[in-house]
């Protein structure tokens, strides 16, 4: 059966610091990942999305960057952090015929 | 206007209860319908799947999807207090990458 990794569960982190966020996926091949970012009491916002190595789709213009360096490995990346970067941060995946979209754990990232 | 707009609630319930979930969305392109349960710090979880209009059936919990009115409903039998948790409905086209997802509704079961 597939499951995603998805770590840490928790970090803080200070405004200006860099971030790395991991998630992999086992179980399946050639998935297409996303990162989601839901703020307190809001909606989910998508963030990136891939549907291979190297593909990367961004969804909105921010501070942020991903990376799919492997095919079932998913990165989100920020040089320097802001405050409203914080935030509950979530890998997802699918099959290439993205019938159902299935999610990780969270990172639940607070920028102080 | 949001392509899928749902009530943020709070809902609270006694337990028992039959608990009504509702969406509508905006796009007529729509045609795969999902409502996912996600507990406080945790990642949702994929409830129920439905494509096109028509009712699921899966334990306690009925989907229901009314294309013509663009109406999307998740209701819940014999509500439990393990029920309580923010339910989030989704919905994309065919063929499409991307998920649109409600806001969330926040549901408490009283015992």
């Known amino acids: 059966s597939q499951t995603i990794h998805q770590w840490p569960a928790t970090l803080v982190q200070p405004v200006g610091s860099p971030l790395s966020l991991e998630c992999t996926v086992e179980g399946t091949s050639n998935p297409n990942l996303y990162w989601y970012r839901q703020a307190a009491g809001r909606g989910l916002q998508l963030l990136f999305y891939s549907v291979g190595i190297g593909q990367i789709s961004s969804e909105v213009p921010q501070n942020l960057s991903a990376s799919r360096p492997q095919d079932r490995q998913f990165i989100l990346s920020s040089k320097k952090l802001l405050l409203s970067d914080s935030g509950f941060y979530l890998c997802a995946w699918s099959g290439q015929l993205n019938e159902k979209l299935f999610f990780g754990s969270g990172t639940q990232l607070s920028v102080l | 206007q949001k392509e899928v707009e749902q009530d943020p609630g709070p809902l609270s319930v006694p337990e028992g209860a039959i608990v009504s979930l509702n969406c509508t969305y905006s796009n007529s392109a729509f045609q795969y319908f999902m409502w996912y349960r996600q507990y406080s710090r945790k990642g949702p979880e994929l409830l129920m799947y439905?494509?096109?209009?028509g009712n699921k059936e899966d334990g306690r919990f009925t989907a229901q999807v009314d294309k013509s009115s663009k109406y999307i409903s998740l209701f819940i039998r014999d509500s439990q207090p393990s029920d309580s948790a923010t339910y989030l409905c989704a919905s994309r086209r065919g063929g499409a990458q991307k998920l649109v997802f409600g806001q969330g509704t926040r549901l408490t079961i009283n015992p």
């Open positions: 439905t494509y096109s209009s």
